[in-house]
């Protein structure tokens, strides 16, 4: 079985490929446990549950960049309000080993300069994602 090494992510936000300016991403999914359990239920077999809604994040790292399309001037006008993102493995076409997955990120924190002295500007984030996530093969 191959391992996949990422080296070629494609991260496009608000339809601007900002791959370039990207290090880290992570892609998070979990469900909300709800629990069942009814007087009958709970004496012979213990606590029931069911999931629940999904709560879904994006957490990326970005290279700062102030130049016209591209960091900065993508994210910074979205604050507030949510945006389309699509995320693939690489950057080829969308296929069974390449998916993409597409949703809806609310953009609700930005850090414009975050560094040290010697350091790239960098920015840290994690967006909750508003509804599902759309993965394409």
């Known amino acids: 079985m191959a391992r996949l090494v990422l080296t070629d992510a494609s991260i496009v936000i608000n339809s601007i490929n900002l791959s370039d300016f990207v290090s880290s991403v992570t892609l998070s999914t979990s469900e909300d446990v709800i629990e ?5 239920s709970t004496i012979a077999s213990g ?4 999931a ?3 709560d879904n994040t994006v ?3 970005f290279y700062q960049d102030f ?3 591209l960091v900065e001037q993508t994210i910074y006008p979205l604050i507030g ?8 493995p690489t950057s080829a076409a969308v296929s069974a080993t390449n998916p993409s997955f597409t949703f ?3 953009i609700v924190d930005w850090q414009s300069l975050s560094g040290s002295v010697g350091e790239l500007a960098t920015a840290s984030v994690t967006w909750p994602i508003s509804g599902s996530i759309t993965k394409a093969v």
């Open 52 to 54: 629940g809604l999904q």
């Open 59 to 61: 957490t990326l790292e």
């Open 36 to 40: 069942t359990s009814a007087f009958s």
């Open 67 to 69: 130049a016209t399309s």
């Open 81 to 88: 309000s949510a945006t389309t993102v699509v995320v693939k």
């Open 104 to 106: 809806s990120a609310v």
């Open 47 to 50: 606590r029931t549950r069911v």
